[in-house]
């Protein structure tokens, strides 16, 4: 088992930046590709970013590449989510995940946190 706890999450006005933490515990955190999905009211949950247990690979959805960061510290057993030019449309749950495979399909993550919420306001 990994349990995964996010934070960071908050009210930020548009063109702003946030960065959200994910930190682990449980079985050995490298050992796990991480990844960050969200997801807004009435709307299916969105893929944002991934990254392999080495922090070697990653993948951005094309809606966040060159405004999301996402990187990991196996030293803390933390994966970040670095967020700058935020956008209206960026306001959802974030919610954050762990799996044995590096990929973009939700179904493939098998432990999941609750989620922080992100707002961005005008």
């Known amino acids: 088992q990994v349990q995964v706890v996010e934070s960071g999450g908050g009210l930020v006005q548009a063109g702003g930046s946030l960065r959200l933490s994910c930190a682990a515990s449980?079985?050995?955190?490298?050992?796990?590709?991480m990844a960050w999905f969200r997801q807004a009211p009435g709307k299916e949950r969105e893929f944002v970013a991934a990254i392999s247990w080495s922090g070697g690979r990653t993948y951005h959805a094309d809606s966040v590449k060159g405004r999301f960061t996402i990187s990991r510290d196996n030293a803390k057993n933390t994966v970040y989510l670095s967020m700058n030019s935020l956008k209206l449309e960026d306001t959802a749950v974030y919610h954050c995940?762990?799996?044995?495979?590096?990929?973009?399909?939700?179904?493939?993550?098998?432990?999941w946190g609750q989620g922080t919420q992100v707002t961005v306001s005008s």
């Open positions: 449980g079985r050995t955190f490298s050992n796990y590709a």
């Open positions: 995940a762990a799996g044995g495979l590096l990929t973009v399909a939700a179904a493939s993550y098998d432990y």
